[in-house]
């Protein structure tokens, strides 16, 4: 049983499919349930600030501080039986953001709320399209436009009720975004 | 190595170790998640990973999940070694050609 060029070369292209797509279908997998429980949140956060906002802040630390713990939770459910490092990146990605924001607001501070409610979720699109070329994830890509194309048309198109429309097609598209990637 | 493995020579075996290979060592792939990657049938995939296993490069699990039976699949760190060698056995049949030619 020998084999000929052209077969070699033919199977180790269907093996580089075959883990690109496997690689892809887990990277989904893992991320959906962090998406399901942000869009939760985005739903919760944004929706109370428009209808009280003078408790804006206080809502919004609860709900980070529940979606963070939320993300270890789930990263240490997934890490029982695989690699323990995945916890741990995704704390020090949020950790990252987080920072990023924190020098962000402070060279620059946003004029209005709805200026900060409107970066965030952009750059959260933006963190999604490139992890998707990057992963070759072309699901993360997609949701990341989308996210990020909703906001900026919320944002100029519908400011009166911006914050609503964050609550329902934001938050929406996070929780359908994830439950489209359990599907393979 | 002179011939290629016979067990992973075949195509769906090979597929089947490939999409196992690109998961963290030690990590499990549904079944149904495997089937829908390779695009395979239920008793296609399933008697291909019986051999697989067979050989001791694939173990399964079943077990109940919200009382559904569910069987995940995952490669053995001789199943890895034997990919790994296959892999290298192609590279090298390119590579020769190449040289040749």
Known sequence: MSMTNSNAARSLDEIQRAQRRSAAAYSYQKASPHLIVWGVIWVAGYSTTYFRPQANAAVWLILVLLGVTADFWIGRRAATESSHAHGRRFAASLLAAFLFFVALFTIMPPPSGAQVGAIIPIFIGLCYAIAGIWKQGLRFVLLGLAVGALTVAGYFWLARFFLLWMAAVGGGALILGGLWLRRV | ?101
């Open chain 2, 1 to 101: 190595m002179e011939q290629p493995n016979p067990t992973i020579h075949q195509p769906i075996r090979l597929k089947i170790m490939a999409a196992l290979k690109a998961l963290p060592p030690r990590e499990w792939l549904e079944f149904t998640r495997l089937k829908a990657i390779l695009g395979a049938t239920d008793g296609n995939l399933g008697a291909h990973l019986g051999t697989l296993e067979e050989s001791g490069y694939v173990e399964a699990q079943k077990d109940f999940v919200r009382k559904k039976p569910r069987t995940r699949v995952r490669l053995t760190g001789a199943g890895r070694r034997a990919f790994e060698e296959y892999v290298a056995y192609l590279r090298e049949i390119v590579e020769q050609a190449e040289q040749s030619g």
